[in-house]
C-alpha cells in the first residue's frame, strides 16, 4: 500500500497488477508506463510488467492498519479483468468487509462484469463502486450496468474526458469526477465538455469533483499537468458524496473542502 497523489483519495491498495485495453480511455495508460518502469526497477510485483499478476500476499494489507483511509482499489489493474477468478475478486471484498473502519473505491471498465458478479447481492456498505466514462460510445453504457449494483456510493470516473458525453441519465449515481488526459500523449478536453458534465450533475443531484485539465490547459496549450492547475470557473470543485454516517467520509470532506 502507498500514498496516493490522486486527488480524490488517500491511499491505493493493489491486489492485483495488470490489465488490458478495453476502450479508449485505455489508450495512454498511466498504470501500464508505471508497472513498465517498476519493472525494470526490479520493485516486487511487477515482474510479469503489465501482464495481470495476483498478488495474494496483499490481501490482508488493510486489515493492519487501524486508522480510516480511504483506499483506491487496484489503481494499477481492473478488479473486474476477465484474468481475475470470481474467487479471488470474492476474498479481496471479504478483506473490505471486514475493514469497516476504511472506505475502498473501486472503478473498473468492466461495467457488465461487475453487474453480473453482484446480481442481487449488495456488495460491502464502505465498498464504492464506479465505471469510467469517458465517450458516449464505450462509456456512457456503463452507468446502466453500475446502476445494477446495489452500493451505497455508485461513481463515474469521467477522465480522460474525450468527448461531449451529451444528455446523461445519473439517477442513483452519487459522485461525478471529471477530468482531462495527462501524459505526452494527452488528448484535449474542452470546457464546454465539463461544464455539460456539472450541469448535469447539479440538476440531477450529483456530487461535483474536478480532478484536473491534465496535459493541456483551459486555453488550449499543452503544457504539464500541475501547471494546467485544476481550478474550473476560477475555483475548485471538490464536492463528495453525501455519507455523513461514514467516518472516512467526514474525513475526506474536510480535507477536500470546495475553496474559492
Known sequence: MSQS?????????????????????????YAEVMARRLQAMGVS????????????????????????????????????HEAIPDDYIRQVFDVIRRSP???????????????????ADQPPLNAWLGVTVEDKRFGVPRIE?????????????????????????????HWVIVGGESGLKARPMKQEWVLSVK???????????????????????????KENGRL????????VPAQPENRTMQSMTHRTRITA
Open 45 to 80: 510485483g511487477y515482474e510479469n510488467g503489465f501482464d495481470v499478476t495476483l498478488l495474494p500476499k496483499r490481501l490482508n494489507e488493510p486489515l493492519l492498519r487501524k486508522s480510516p483511509t480511504i483506499y483506491f482499489v487496484n489503481s494499477m489493474s481492473d478488479l473486474f
Open 5 to 29: 497523489r490522486i486527488e480524490w483519495t488517500e491511499r491505493t491498495w493493489n491486489p492485483a497488477v495488470g490489465c488490458s485495453k478495453v476502450s479508449p480511455g485505455c489508450a495512454h495508460c
Open 199 to 225: 450541469r448535469q450533475c447539479d440538476e440531477q443531484g450529483a456530487a461535483f469533483f474536478f480532478k484536473q485539465w491534465g496535459g493541456w490547459g483551459l486555453d488550449g496549450k499543452k503544457r504539464g499537468k
Open 232 to 239: 474550473l470557473m476560477g475555483r475548485t470543485w471538490d464536492g
Open 145 to 173: 450496468h453500475l446502476r445494477r449494483v446495489q452500493a451505497s456510493v455508485r461513481f463515474l470516473s469521467v477522465e480522460p474526458l474525450l468527448e461531449d458525453l451529451g444528455d446523461m441519465d445519473l439517477h442513483d449515481i
Open 101 to 119: 473502519q476504511h472506505t475502498f473505491q473501486v472503478l473498473t471498465k468492466r461495467a457488465e462484469r461487475m453487474a453480473n458478479f453482484f446480481g
